[in-house]
């Protein structure tokens, strides 16, 4: 396979680039390449560093089910908020997840657009069933709620 620069993939042309395929083409233009052939491959090659951590693999799986605030992500893998926040924010970075603030959490979807072969690849990714399950059965935001709650007071009985 021959790419041109990266500025006739990421300007998408009638014609194909350099015989790269349709769906490859519009992949890396997602990418938002810049204009030489480096920055191209450069943009995959992150892209395949931050698909090779198991965690953000079932993170990226769990979201195909729905968006999902970090204490829930929290909750279900059983590791710390901050390196919850660190495998998003890499996620985010490489373009794969699109964030929303709500109050004081932050929810995490998938992205609109990802590069089809990344797409093809998560497809491929089993969600661990025990996960699922547990996703769907939370409230969103709810393992954010119960971690904020103040801790109440004991009811006192008045006669």
Not at 118 to 134: F, T, Y
Request: aromatic letters at 4%.
């Amino acid at each position: 396979m021959s790419l041109r620069g990266c500025k006739g993939i990421c300007a998408p042309k009638p014609e194909r680039a350099g015989g790269m395929s349709g769906n490859a083409e519009r992949s890396i233009a997602i990418m938002g390449c810049g204009d030489d052939m480096h920055s191209a491959q450069g943009h995959v090659a992150k892209l395949f560093r931050v698909l090779g951590d198991d965690t953000r693999l079932q993170i990226l799986a769990l979201l195909r089910i729905r968006e999902a605030c970090v204490c829930e992500l929290v909750e279900l893998f059983g590791i710390s908020q901050p390196a919850i926040s660190e495998h998003l924010r890499r996620l985010r970075e490489a373009g794969l997840v699109e964030d929303e603030r709500r109050g004081m959490w932050v929810f995490y979807r998938r992205a609109a657009q990802i590069p089809a072969f990344v797409h093809a690849a998560l497809e491929a990714v089993d969600v661990p069933a025990e996960l699922a399950v547990r996703l769907r059965a939370m409230t969103p935001a709810g393992a954010c709620a119960r971690a904020d709650a103040p801790a109440r007071p004991a009811a006192t009985v008045t006669r």
